[in-house]
């Protein structure tokens, strides 16, 4: 019987405004902190999600609250709650227990609190293979969480040989690019977009401003009843096309990210489309390359061929659950290089990238990579997401590409975010030796991504994006 424990801890004050001094000043505080402001969210960094259930091995957890811009406020003494649902101990970082307590429901939990507003913990795994659930939360704020998979103990850790670790010779642009897949979506609810009071179309108007590449999600079935969209079919492969003519019309690249799924794939959930569902491993690995050159075949017949390809989404702990998941490296590897084979049958020039939601989580994509690259996949680009509530602080981001560049000889492309557009930038563009390969902002048109009011105008955020363009695009055309 899998075991369970609940921890979590409650808050001893609860607080709407915090004030008082900082304790740390990490390179981009001046951007990511605030002495004092109102709450709004708990951030909660995992910095390994992927541990081994051998009893010792162990992560740091490290818990914020943010203001409504994100920044960390730096004054909180807040206690928040943590609860963490699996096989597993959570620990103060000098390993000194933490006070067990229960609230009035029978959930136990441990106390803890903010000091000058920030906590580090160690979580360490237990014996158990396990997805362990952990959240951070304050009472009236929303929370932070992550899963926690822990693999068997007997898990093979392997690293690339130099000759795995070829430098990358295939030419990849410099990207400043937009995943706007929920663009038909929009429109079909009748939503226009505005620059200036006038009205453009949204792809001309990104591009007016500066971006150069479209990412878009593509599922395999999505029109299923359990699929992405049930009966109609948004981002499908009909969709995709009509998509990728409007992108080449533009002038922009295309970046297609392969979910291998009916539905949204994470690091959460990465679920077999409906029709791969019984297929053996074999049949499995066919489909993948099978489905995966049919879809670039139909791209490439019409002239729209992808600039580059994902093969997979958010894939740290694997797709195609169970046969592809993290805890079978040498089956999860299989599935990913029938992806790459999948692109070379069509265009073996094609840039391949490995996406992984790792922005700050530095031991865990070194975990991943080492196993997969020495698995066999070879692939071109580094994909990581970044948004902090996840994924750490900005210098994190920074640090966590600087070493990756270095010690596998891939550029790197941040192809989540949606806070910091500036910094972000700023940091992968500023990577040694032209390895940073720009960025990719998750959904813009969203007036939550200050780009654009509820009523499709553009507002001033938007104006970073011409900045960036004459900055680290200064030879493209408009």
């Known amino acids: 019987m899998k075991h369970q424990v609940i921890f979590s ?38 910095y390994s999600t992927t541990l081994l259930a051998n009893g010792t091995d162990r ?15 730096t004054s909180c003494t807040d206690s928040i709650r943590l609860v963490i649902i699996g096989d597993g101990v959570v620990k103060a970082v000098d390993g000194t227990e933490l006070l067990q307590q229960m609230d009035s429901s029978g959930q136990t939990y441990f106390a803890c609190q903010l000091q000058q507003g920030v906590t580090n913990l160690v979580f360490i795994a237990g014996k158990t293979p396990d997805c362990i659930k952990v959240e951070a939360s304050r009472k009236e704020l929303w929370p932070g969480s992550h899963e926690i998979h822990t693999l068997p103990a007997n898990f093979v850790l392997l690293k690339p040989t130099q000759e795995q670790l070829p430098p990358v010779t295939k030419p990849i642009d410099r990207m400043i690019g937009a995943d706007i897949s929920f663009l038909p979506q929009i429109e079909a609810q009748g939503i226009n977009f505005y620059d200036n ?72 959930q990465q679920n077999k489309p409906l029709a791969w569902a019984d297929l053996e491993f074999e049949a499995l690995q066919d489909s993948v390359k099978a489905y995966t050159e049919y879809v670039l075949l139909a791209l490439k017949e019409q002239g729209t061929l992808p600039a580059m390809v994902q093969i997979g989404n958010e894939i740290n702990h694997g797709i195609l659950w169970p046969d592809g998941h993290i805890s079978h490296p040498d089956q999860l590897a299989g599935l990913l290089m ?80 949606s806070n910091y557009k500036k910094e972000v930038h700023e940091i992968v563009f500023g990577l040694p030796d032209n390895m940073g390969k720009g960025a990719c902002i998750w959904e813009p048109l969203n007036w939550r991504s200050d780009l654009f009011t509820k009523e499709g105008n553009t507002t001033e955020v938007i104006r970073i994006y011409d900045d960036l363009k004459e900055r680290f695009l200064p030879d493209s055309t408009r």
């Open 9 to 46: 801890f409650i808050g001893l004050m609860l607080f709407t405004q915090c004030a008082g001094p900082a304790n740390d000043t990490p390179e981009f505080a001046a951007v990511s902190t605030v002495e004092s402001g109102k709450p709004v969210a708990v951030m909660l960094t995992a």
């Open 59 to 73: 992560t740091r957890l490290r818990i914020a609250v943010v203001d409504s811009l994100g920044r960390e406020i």
């Open 197 to 268: 009071g006038n009205e453009k179309d949204a792809l001309t108007l990104l591009h007016d401003h500066g971006f150069n590449a479209i990412r878009l999600r593509i599922f395999v079935n999505p029109e299923n009843e359990k699929g992405y969209s049930p009966g109609i079919g948004y981002c499908g492969l009909p969709q995709t096309l009509e998509m990728a003519k409007r992108i080449r019309a533009s002038g922009m690249n295309l970046l297609l990210d392969f979910h291998y799924s009916d539905y949204w794939a994470d690091p959460q």
């Open 338 to 417: 029938a992806g790459v084979e999948g692109v070379r049958a069509v265009d073996p020039g094609l840039p391949v990238m490995m996406h992984l939601a790792l922005g700050g989580q530095h031991e865990e994509a070194v975990f991943w990579l080492d196993n997969l690259i020495a698995r066999g996949v070879q692939f071109d680009v580094i994909g990581l997401s970044y948004y902090p509530r996840w994924h750490g602080i900005l210098d994190d981001l920074q640090e966590n590409m600087r070493d990756l560049i270095t010690r596998y000889k891939k550029p790197v492309n941040v192809v989540e975010y």
